[in-house]
């Protein structure tokens, strides 16, 4: 397992007491990223056990309080606990005025060190990228500027072929990273052992696309393409999509349409409307276009 999702939040608009705003923390390739930070998102990560320590890097897909009135609090947090790393946060451009101007006038001040990447761009971006993985904007459509993003894992080391290797005694330990890093093997003799017979392929490359608040938008399917697991809002069901037309949110019909078009192989519903006691209903109407369909829920976990 590579990747893992943990929801700590699902629900649209305000908190309640049994559910919370949007927020999740992706697991991957030993990175902890916390995407989106509605209310009450920190006392979540306890009860999830997920450390604040893990975390450096924070994706706000946009500033509607639902998906951002939780980071404030979890920046004094951050402080009182003495964190110690960089904080990256990715957001809409405005978002560090926001922050800025909320610890001056607390006079909370952050002792670590807090970058903010903001975004404007309404063309898929790059926007982060490591040896291990790559971190893609997915502009969304809604009332005011939003984005999604698309994480993806690089190709990993090719792995060894234990067997294989085993009939060349003279192939050691300290030569099984350069074979990793797929380089043919010349024995002593001269001949050439192609790296393809002494290892197998590396694991396949997971996926995620996280899409937050967005009116139906057929745009964004060329980015998520063939995703692994894609969580796409489903604020309202099909009875109320003109509703979700003026509010620019979707219907869990419209986001399993979206999975189908990208082809994806699992799809993730949440942001749910307060108006629904049955969610249930969400996953029923989903089901009709795209049977691999799943609800978010508080707590709930994803693995691949």
């Known amino acids: 397992m590579s990747l893992k999702l943990t929801i700590l939040g699902c ?10 705003p949007s927020a999740q923390v992706l697991e991957i390739k030993n990175h902890t990223f916390l995407i989106d930070c509605g209310e009450g998102t920190q006392v979540q990560l306890r009860k999830n056990k997920i450390k604040f320590s893990k975390i450096k890097r924070i994706f706000i897909s946009h ?31 405005g978002i560090k005025e926001f922050i800025v101007t909320q610890l001056r006038l607390s006079d909370s001040y952050a002792k670590f060190p807090i970058i903010f990447h903001e975004l404007s761009s309404n063309e898929s971006e ?30 990993g080391e090719r792995k060894l072929n234990i067997d294989a290797i ?25 001949e050439l052992i192609p790296n393809k017979e002494l290892t197998l392929n590396p694991n396949k490359q997971l996926s995620y696309a996280y899409c937050s608040d967005t009116l139906y938008n057929e745009s964004i399917v060329s980015i998520i393409k063939n995703v692994d697991l894609l969580y796409h809002e489903s604020t309202f069901l099909e009875y ?7 509010t620019k949110h979707s219907t869990a019909k419209q986001a399993a349409q979206i999975a189908k078009l990208a082809n994806v192989n699992k799809l993730i ?7 629904y006691k049955d969610l249930e209903s969400f996953k029923k ?18 693995s691949l």
């Not at 990256?88 to 451009?93: C, D, N, T």
């Not at 040896?131 to 698309?150: A, E, S, V």
């Not at 109320?240 to 003026?246: P, V, Y």
């Not at 519903?269 to 108006?275: V, W």
Request: glycine share 8%; net charge positive.
């Open 63 to 93: 500033l509607h309080g639902d998906h951002v009135f939780g980071l404030i609090g979890l920046i004094s947090t951050f402080r009182l606990l003495n964190h110690a790393n960089d904080l990256h946060i990715y957001g809409p451009k």
């Open 126 to 155: 790059l926007i982060y990228e490591d040896d291990k993985i790559t971190i893609h904007t997915i502009p969304l459509k809604h009332r005011i500027y939003t984005n999604g993003y698309l994480f993806k894992e690089k190709i």
């Open 11 to 20: 629900h649209s608009s305000t908190p309640k007491t049994t559910v919370n």
């Open 285 to 302: 109407e989903a089901k009709t276009i795209f049977p691999n369909t799943l609800l978010a829920i508080e707590g709930k976990t994803f």
């Open 240 to 246: 109320h999509k003109e509703l979700a037309f003026k």
């Open 269 to 275: 519903l949440g942001h749910y409307s307060s108006r």
């Open 166 to 190: 085993k009939n060349y005694p003279e192939i050691e330990k300290c030569d099984y990273q350069n074979l990793k890093n797929g380089k043919d093997y010349q024995l002593k003799n001269g």
